[in-house]
């Protein structure tokens, strides 16, 4: 009998262990994560106006720049610049895609705008009107884009043109 008592007391030990398990003393917790993505239009870019410089009348003995700014204001430094004339107009763009989304503006590499030959190129830097922007209500914005226009001692008359390209990212 007592054989049978020691038997049922460590059984019913081993039960009340087993409950602890199965009513929560030793459970395993479990989390939820989110996945997420987030869908844009394709951004577009929309040159709506070229950088334009104007004209300049130079004596080709010294070096000398032209700046145009975004806001379309010229400045001239050197003494070989004797006028400038034609009007001048700062590079603008469109940007299109999703409404109320933000986008960067990289920045624009330099060109050098090549003339008539034997023409020495004339290098151009640009900056732009803002860095990065946010697309209205109806997903648009614009910016502007101007330069410095360095041009060499001993240039040749003549016109001068180069292509630049603008690139724009969602941010």
Known sequence: MKR???LVAAVLAATTAFAGIV?????????????????RKAITLTNTADLDFGG?????????SMTLTPAN??????????????????????VGGTKNATYAINAIPGVSMAGPAPA???PVSFT????TGT?????SDTFTVGGTASIPAGVTDGDYSANFSVTVLYN
């Open 120 to 122: 020495t190129p004339i």
């Open 56 to 64: 300049v009348v130079v004596t080709g003995v010294a070096a000398s």
């Open 23 to 39: 009513t929560g003393t030793n459970t395993v917790t479990n989390s939820a994560a989110a996945a997420k993505l987030k869908v």
């Open 4 to 6: 049978t008592l020691t």
């Open 73 to 94: 204001v010229l400045s001239t430094a050197g003494a070989d610049i004797l006028a400038t004339f034609n009007t001048t107009a700062a590079g603008a763009f469109t």
């Open 128 to 131: 732009t009107s803002k860095a």
């Open 135 to 139: 697309l209205s209500a109806v997903g």
